[in-house]
């Protein structure tokens, strides 16, 4: 199994439509992160937690909530989607307590917004 | 803030040769972290390459290495004997040791390997 699932895999939604891509992770990690993806943009952060009760913004959140449900689920939401929110999310995870400082991520989820 | 710039959409080269993917970024930090993520078309973001700023020597990991230029903010993966496995998306990304480690990724560069 994975260590850090993403759900769904894919997505296509309408405008205005409330959904949620939600994220587990298994490696006991305590800090979390939503990327999205865009052609010729990169990655980039939504929004990062790092623990149950720390939400920070990122670089780009509007139109987005998150809800970080326990120390493992981490979950992202748009409120009333709309078409420039197509795009791959990632959710990714770190542990700051060794020195290895890296992020593994999921397997992405693909959003459409029609 | 910190940016990263990756200013080649797409590269192609034969199978076996060695190409050079470029790098540059913005910071006033003195200690960081460096990355090379890979992504193939399966879009897992793989780890490909770790480089510590406070380190002089260039990273490497079997036929991938860095050209590490901390004074001129330049950090460049070589794929050395390159193979049709390589042909992904392949991003650069910064992160910041103090403060909040997030990563701040380049635009990616398209790297396609050609039998």
């Known amino acids: 199994d994975a260590d850090v699932t993403q759900t769904p895999r894919n997505r296509i939604t309408k405008t205005g439509k409330r959904i949620m891509l939600e994220c587990s992770q298994t490696?006991?990690?305590?800090?979390m992160y939503w990327y999205r993806q865009d052609p010729g943009l990169g990655l980039r952060l939504i929004y990062y937690?790092?623990?149950?009760?720390?939400?920070n913004k990122g670089e780009i959140s509007d139109g987005y909530s998150v809800s970080r449900q326990a120390q493992a689920k981490f979950s992202l939401s748009l409120e009333s989607a709309i078409p420039n929110q197509t795009a791959l999310y990632f959710c990714?995870?770190?542990?700051?307590?060794?020195?290895?400082?890296?992020?593994?991520f999921g397997s992405g989820t693909q959003l459409s917004v029609l | 803030a910190q940016t990263v710039t990756q200013s080649q959409p797409e590269m192609s080269v034969q199978e076996a040769e060695t190409v050079t993917l470029s790098c540059t970024y913005d910071?006033?930090?003195?200690?960081?972290?460096l990355f090379w993520y890979k992504q193939p078309p399966s879009r897992q973001m793989i780890l490909v390459i770790r480089?510590?700023?406070?380190?002089?020597q260039n990273a490497t990991e079997n036929r991938f290495s860095v050209n590490f230029q901390k004074a001129a903010k330049s950090f460049s993966l070589k794929i050395s004997d390159s193979q049709l496995g390589d042909t992904a998306m392949y991003f650069c990304?910064?992160?910041?040791?103090?403060?909040?480690?997030?990563?701040?990724f380049g635009q990616g560069t398209r790297l396609t390997i050609n039998p």
């Open positions: 990714a995870t770190s542990d700051a307590r060794g020195t290895n400082e890296k992020l593994f």
């Open positions: 490696k006991g990690h305590d800090r």
């Open positions: 937690s790092f623990d149950v009760k720390d939400i």
């Open positions: 910071t006033s930090e003195s200690n960081y972290y």
């Open positions: 480089q510590e700023a406070y380190k002089q």
């Open positions: 990304a910064f992160m910041n040791v103090q403060g909040a480690q997030k990563l701040v």
